[in-house]
């Protein structure tokens, strides 16, 4: 019993890891941290793609917009190779992440929004994901049944906010909103 324990205990745990030359903080109670812990990074192959197109075609100087940034892993990983980052985040818990993640590496070139984006400005239900998976929050209650309601959160018109930043053009968009895809595009 007390080896049951002990492997229950210490199943989930804070670590921090490098990812792409960036220090990232996690638990490896969530999906996309055990990743980064066991594999060095979640969706490798594609922050791979990811930064070799923002370094061969933009030389380092393009504008990354990181919609739905969760804990900041694909903002983080491509800070290096790109001129600047839009990070788009509405939902507290995760955003508190992005924004520890952002300060411990001295990161310039990343601009956090507190909110997510739509085809209008509004403020609308979000359902938070559980804890085992923080990057399935989502706009759409349907999503995922095992959401539950988490307040009223701020969505904005993408064009606008870029418009407002002096954001002219924009090199490459990582998007994984849960099922709000099509109404921020």
Not at 11 to 23: E, H, I, S, Y
Not at 39 to 68: H, N, W
Not at 126 to 152: C, H, Q, W
């Amino acid at each position: 019993i007390q080896i049951a324990l002990f492997h229950q205990h210490c199943r989930n745990f804070d670590f921090t890891a490098d990812l792409n030359g960036v220090r990232y903080q996690g638990n490896t109670g969530n999906y996309i941290d055990k990743n980064i812990f066991y594999y060095g990074a979640f969706e490798k192959p594609v922050l791979f793609f990811l930064r070799d197109i923002m370094t061969s075609a933009y030389s380092d100087q393009g504008v990354f917009l990181d919609i739905g940034a969760n804990t900041g892993q694909h903002s983080l990983f491509i800070s290096r190779h790109a001129k600047e980052i839009h990070a788009f985040e509405p939902w507290e818990p995760v955003l508190n992440r992005l924004r520890r993640h952002i300060e411990i590496n001295r990161l310039t070139n990343v601009v956090i929004h507190p909110f997510g984006l739509g085809n209008e400005n509004l403020k609308q239900p979000f359902y938070r994901p559980p804890d085992t998976n923080l990057g399935m929050g989502s706009f759409v209650k349907e999503f995922a049944s095992a959401n539950s309601p988490a307040g009223i959160l701020e969505i904005r018109i993408g064009d606008e906010v870029l418009e407002k930043a002096g954001v002219t053009s924009v090199a490459l968009i990582k998007m994984d909103i849960e099922g709000y895809e099509k109404l921020a595009l």
